[in-house]
């Protein structure tokens, strides 16, 4: 069974938007951190923002913003003010501890086409 | 500060050949993964190293797959008698914490 999901294979809006990506996750770690990156057509990977599983803190890097509702177990991506440049593929990733070492665990990504 | 670098960006081979690829990560950084990520898909772990040592290469195929990191800096992940279903990007990544900082993959395609 997949353990982190992303149900919105692709999205599009218009630049000035707001937009929200889903992420659920499972897991049965009393800790763990969640992370968005961003894939770039470049094919580097970008670390968007993180949350971790003890914060209750609403956590905030510029435009990304994040929701996490720990008792869901889903986490979700607010990206403000859209631009053209926000486009491309966006990835939820769960860090959580098994038996030996963290395990790191990558959904499918959404694909966000930002229309101008 | 560089980036994490990869090597070759792009790759190509026939089924039963092998490939190298090669890993630079960020100066100072001591832990070190390799993921897979086919086609439409998220990165797979394969494994990772702290120094020089393995931590995790429990999702790494130990038949025809080997990673090293012999001085605890650059690593090279090797392909023996490739698969089609090897075709694949290949990052590399790099971290002093939680936060992982990636290269920008080899492009694998094996026909």
């Known amino acids: 069974a997949e353990k982190v999901i992303q149900v919105w294979s692709t999205a599009s809006r218009q630049e000035g938007e707001e937009l929200t990506l889903d992420c659920s996750y499972e897991?049965?770690?009393?800790?763990?951190?969640l992370f968005w990156y961003k894939h770039l057509l470049s094919g580097e990977m970008v670390f968007l923002i993180r949350?971790?599983?003890?914060?209750?803190a609403k956590e905030r890097s510029g435009r990304y913003s994040v929701v996490f509702q720990k008792s869901l177990k889903s986490i979700s991506l607010i990206i403000s003010a859209l631009q053209p440049d926000d486009s491309g593929k966006y990835f939820c990733?769960?860090?959580?501890?098994?038996?030996?070492?963290?395990?790191?665990?990558f959904g499918k990504g959404t694909h966000l086409h930002v229309l101008p | 500060e560089a980036g994490v670098t990869q090597s070759p960006r792009y790759a190509v081979l026939q089924e039963g050949q092998a490939v190298s690829f090669w890993c630079d990560p960020i100066?100072?950084?001591?832990?070190l993964y390799w993921y897979q990520q086919p086609r439409d898909q998220g990165p797979q772990l394969l494994v990772y190293?702290?120094?020089?040592?393995?931590?995790?290469n429990s999702q790494l195929p130990s038949d025809r797959f080997s990673a090293v990191r012999p001085k605890g800096t650059n690593s090279t992940l090797k392909i023996q008698s490739a698969k089609q279903g090897d075709t694949a990007t290949y990052l590399c990544?790099?971290?002093?914490?939680?936060?992982?900082?990636f290269g920008p993959g080899t492009r694998l395609t094996v026909l």
């Open positions: 990544a790099s971290s002093s914490s939680y936060e992982q900082y």
């Open positions: 897991t049965s770690q009393v800790l763990y951190h």
């Open positions: 949350q971790t599983s003890s914060s209750t």
């Open positions: 990733a769960l860090w959580e501890r098994g038996t030996n070492a963290y395990k790191v665990i």
């Open positions: 100066s100072g950084h001591d832990t």
């Open positions: 190293f702290r120094d020089e040592a393995v931590i995790d």
